[in-house]
């Protein structure tokens, strides 16, 4: 059977240790414990480790008790922070279905108040545990498959629901009825449409990813996806195309359908983000969300395109940059380029586009007019001009120089005029394809909690 190693994760004081005894009784599987396993492997307990050693020797004992977990071993529940390593969570990921066991921090208070555990921090353990659900909550978020919250129910309801979870899928059972009918339809859904989607995924224990957008069925996304999913052995996961003109169909049964988590593309980046629940504040500032993480019965939205512009820039900073165009992707560049320390103006063949942006960041403004960009340290091409069938180029070549750096979004094809132009030119040359690998690896993380090298991303492109 593929995925069919139960993985708990959480703070401490979450129950892991109990709820996976238990539910290896129940299910009659090999359980191991991390820190038991540590405890045993070493003779000394976990506070005596951290006070006599400290966190960091804790952490690399930790990191080869996971990297060592038998393969026979079904049931694996780790200590609160074994999340924070990259490679911990590769592990931990392959062939799993992982589950975040919750609760509210109060009740984590209490628990941990009781018990003989270590002090994490010199701060007052309501902070400790304030400020580190602020780092951990979001691995917790990315990485796992299922959410369950123990402090408002007991431990065997617990057992029974993952053990529930892990046969049938049963989230995605139980949450789809409850889905559709307490949520306040848009009037274009319609509902039969709905569950006929719905009834389209066969193995609800799958959990799914998508690119939604219109026209989208030409991305080479899922490939991509699909492949970092066999290599990182997550044979629960599947990545697909969501063509459509209108995104409340999916958006709405999102849930239902066990979507774990969605690119967002054209014309789709900004219509989304009323229908998030929470928005990174970078997203919030551009104005267009391209990700969206579906976790805890609410939608959370990123921007990743701005880091995809971000990425490739490591190096180089300050200096005046111009933006060519006043969309939403000249909207992340824009942002981008004034994190790197860039003096930026906009650039847009309807001047007025590029005032209202350039009002929004507090940056400059002009018409593209006749495309002289010869006094810019940077030009960034975020219009459509010179994207496949179209050959033209968004500025006039002759004010290309050497020494320039040319960033052109358009990635159809790889070498654009413009990129040939500011070849000749002698320009330093940063292609679209470049930014949307570093798009991707960035999403691939937030929706998944692993760590992906823009090397792997342009490898399985090539
Ligand atoms: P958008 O919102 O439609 O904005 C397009 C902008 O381009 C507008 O400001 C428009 O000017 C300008 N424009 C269109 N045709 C033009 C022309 N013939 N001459 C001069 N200006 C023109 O599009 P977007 O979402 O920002 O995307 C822009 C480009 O970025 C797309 O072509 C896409 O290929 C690229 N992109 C690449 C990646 C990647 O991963 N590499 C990611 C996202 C986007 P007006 O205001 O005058 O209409």
């Given at each position: 059977m593929s995925s069919n190693r139960i993985v708990l994760i959480g703070y401490?004081?979450?129950g892991k240790t109990t709820i996976g005894k238990r539910l290896a009784e129940l299910l009659d599987l090999l359980f191991c414990d991390t820190d038991q396993e540590i405890k045993k492997t070493l003779g000394v307990s976990i506070p005596d480790l951290f006070a006599g050693y400290g966190e960091e020797a804790f952490r690399e004992i930790e990191h080869d008790t996971i990297a060592a977990i038998?393969?026979?071993?079904s049931i694996v529940s780790t200590g609160g922070?074994?999340?924070?390593?990259p490679e911990n969570r590769e592990f931990l990921r392959r062939k799993s279905t992982i589950f975040w066991l919750m609760a509210d921090p109060e009740t984590i208070f209490e628990r941990i108040e009781k018990s003989d555990r270590p002090a994490?921090?010199?701060?007052?353990l309501h902070s400790e545990i304030e400020k580190m659900l602020c780092v951990r909550t979001p691995i917790y978020r990315s990485l796992a498959d299922y959410t369950i919250?123990?402090?408002?129910?007991?431990i065997d309801a617990c057992v029974r629901e993952i053990a529930f979870l892990y046969a049938s899928g049963g989230e995605v059972m139980k949450t789809r009825e409850d889905w559709i009918f307490s949520h306040p339809l848009?009037?274009?859904?319609n509902p039969d449409a709905m569950r006929n989607l719905i009834t389209?995924?066969?193995?609800?224990r799958v959990r799914i990813f998508g690119i939604l957008g219109y026209?989208?069925?030409?991305?080479?996304s899922p490939q991509v996806w699909n492949r970092l999913f066999s290599h990182f052995g997550m044979d629960n996961a599947l990545y697909t195309w969501?063509?459509?003109?209108?995104p409340d169909l999916i958006l709405h049964t999102a849930y239902a359908m066990g979507i774990k988590g969605l690119s967002v593309t054209i014309p789709h980046k900004e219509t989304v983000i009323p229908f998030c629940d929470e928005i990174k504040h970078d997203a919030r500032t551009i104005g267009a969300v391209n990700t969206i993480l579906f976790s805890e019965g609410r939608s959370f939205g990123f921007n990743t395109d701005w880091l995809g512009i971000y990425r490739p820039l490591e190096g180089y900073t300050g200096g005046s940059a111009c933006v060519i165009g006043a969309g939403g992707a000249a909207s992340a560049a824009v942002y981008a380029l004034m994190m790197r320390g860039y003096e930026v103006t906009i650039l847009n063949r309807t001047e007025k586009k590029a005032e209202d942006l350039a009002r929004r960041f507090g940056c400059s403004f002009g018409p593209l007019?006749?495309?002289?960009?010869?006094?810019?340290?940077l030009v960034l091409n975020a219009t459509p001009?010179?994207?496949?069938?179209d050959t033209g180029?968004?500025?006039?070549?002759?004010?290309l120089h050497q020494g320039m750096i040319l960033f052109d979004?358009?990635?159809?094809?790889?070498?654009t005029p413009f990129i040939i132009a500011g070849e000749k030119a002698g320009c330093i040359i940063i292609p679209g394809t470049e930014m949307f690998i570093s798009q991707l690896a960035e999403q691939f993380t937030i929706l998944t909690g692993l760590r992906v090298s823009t090397d792997q991303v342009r490898e399985i492109l090539a």
């Open positions: 401490r004081g979450t038998p393969p026979n071993v922070g074994a999340v924070l390593d994490l921090s010199s701060l007052p919250k123990t402090d408002t129910k007991s848009p009037a274009s859904c389209t995924i066969d193995n609800p026209p989208c069925g030409h991305s080479r969501f063509e459509q003109k209108n007019g006749d495309g002289d960009v010869s006094s810019y340290d001009v010179g994207m496949h069938p180029i968004p500025v006039d070549p002759a004010t979004l358009v990635y159809t094809p790889e070498r």
